[in-house]
């Protein structure tokens, strides 16, 4: 078998792995962006922890039928950059979802999030959701919330009693 065959079933092989371990791969399109605005795009989503690869579409398709996720392969026309995540489901979802706002050549074209094929839609919703921190932030309060309120009658009924017994001294 040539050399050549053989780089690229291992390219498919790559990309059927980071398929299977991505929490969240979103595919995209690129064309429009400068050389400075996907090195910056690159950038943020190193920084969240997410992988940036621009693929060639044949060997995706290869590597999603080896996978079961053939839904993706009508996103997979013309350029495409996939984002994967191994982490965190939302962060590739917002951070190209924040950079397409501003630059308006990026199109998100669709995606898998926790192995489940989703359409650019959900993949918005998704952006928009608060961060992890935030979530958790938002859980503490409803959970802190009936203590705060037990606190705060317990409160109220010793004020109320220790009037009365101010009453009956008097």
């Known amino acids: 078998m040539s050399k050549a065959i053989e780089e690229k079933k291992l390219v498919v092989e790559e990309i059927a792995q980071k398929l299977t371990a ?16 996907m ?31 053939t839904g993706l392969d009508q996103h ?11 982490e965190d489901i939302v962060a590739p979802a917002k951070v190209l979802h924040n950079f397409a706002k501003e630059n308006k050549e990026l199109e998100i074209k669709g995606g898998v999030v926790e192995g489940r094929v989703v359409e650019l839609e959900e993949i918005k919703a998704l952006a928009t959701l608060p961060s992890r921190e935030g979530l958790l932030s938002m859980l503490l309060s409803v959970l802190q919330a009936p203590m705060r309120n037990l606190a705060l009658a317990v409160k109220a009924v010793a004020e109320k009693d220790g009037e009365g017994a101010e009453a009956t001294e008097a």
């Open 22 to 37: 991505s929490k969240s791969t979103i595919i995209t399109d690129y064309r429009g962006l400068t050389v400075k605005q």
């Open 39 to 69: 090195t910056e795009l690159r950038k943020q989503l190193r920084e969240a922890g997410v992988d940036f690869k621009v693929l060639k579409n044949t060997l995706t398709k290869r590597a999603t039928e080896k996978v079961g996720l």
């Open 76 to 86: 997979l026309t013309g350029p495409s950059a996939i984002a994967f995540s191994e």
